[in-house]
């Protein structure tokens, strides 16, 4: 089967940088991605890893590495509106769809 | 393009009653996907369509559950007999073909709440 593992929760203050660690198992792996989704509303994609090491998208960055079935998405530069869920996610052993984390709940503090 | 969309976003309906949403992806998009979301929980897969095609479907979709997508465009997911359990966010998301799985563009989501 397929399973992965994020933190339920993470807290953190505005300005500061937060990391959000997710680990994976399946039986064939092709890529890592993010979405973010905010309290009612729908999952936004940010960033996907197919290859190790890290993806820098402006104040966001994810990092993979295939070895040790992990990945990572790096938040720096935190603002208040980066209070949301994150999830981490691989595709499917046929392919045709992705496998969601748990999810991640990041809260910024002023 | 105005992005994914879905109807209708709320439908609360009795126990036993047949329900349908409705979904529109992007129209360049060849693929079309649904999943359920419950509270705390990720996004879970039911189904996806290429073009007009289905071609996986989740095991936990039971036979109540069914879905379409006619002319490859617009696609509608049918709850018959509904249980309590079915209560739950229904988001449909559309991407293209490939590596364009892993980058899909979800709807706002019908929230269906069965009394």
């Known amino acids: 089967g397929q399973s992965l593992e994020q933190p339920s929760e993470v807290t953190a203050v505005e300005g500061a940088i937060v990391q959000i660690n997710c680990t994976y198992q399946t039986s064939g792996f092709y890529g890592l991605s993010w979405y973010q989704q905010h309290d009612g509303g729908a999952p936004t994609f940010l960033s996907y890893?197919?290859?190790?090491g890290l993806e820098e998208t402006g104040r966001f960055s994810s990092f993979l590495s295939r070895s040790d079935s992990y990945g990572y998405l790096l938040l720096q530069e935190l603002q208040m509106k980066d209070s949301a869920s994150y999830f981490c996610?691989?595709?499917?052993?046929?392919?045709?769809?992705?496998?969601f984390g748990q999810g991640t709940e990041l809260s910024v503090k002023p | 393009d105005t992005g994914v969309s879905q109807n209708p976003r709320h439908k609360i309906t009795k126990r036993g009653q047949n329900v349908t949403f409705r979904c529109d992806p992007i129209?360049?998009?060849?693929?079309l996907y649904w999943y359920r979301q419950t509270l705390g929980q990720g996004p879970e897969f039911l189904t996806y369509f290429q073009n007009e095609a289905q071609l996986e479907k989740s095991r936990l979709l039971s036979d109540r559950f069914s879905a379409e997508r006619p002319k490859g465009s617009f696609s509608t997911l049918e709850i018959q007999r509904t249980e309590q359990g079915d209560s739950a966010m229904y988001l449909c998301?559309?991407?293209?073909?490939?590596?364009?799985?892993?980058?899909?563009?979800f709807g706002p989501g019908t929230r269906l709440t069965v009394t």
């Open positions: 996610a691989v595709r499917g052993n046929q392919g045709g769809k992705l496998i």
């Open positions: 998301a559309s991407s293209l073909a490939g590596t364009g799985v892993y980058e899909q563009y």
């Open positions: 129209s360049e998009h060849n693929r």
């Open positions: 890893n197919a290859l190790d």
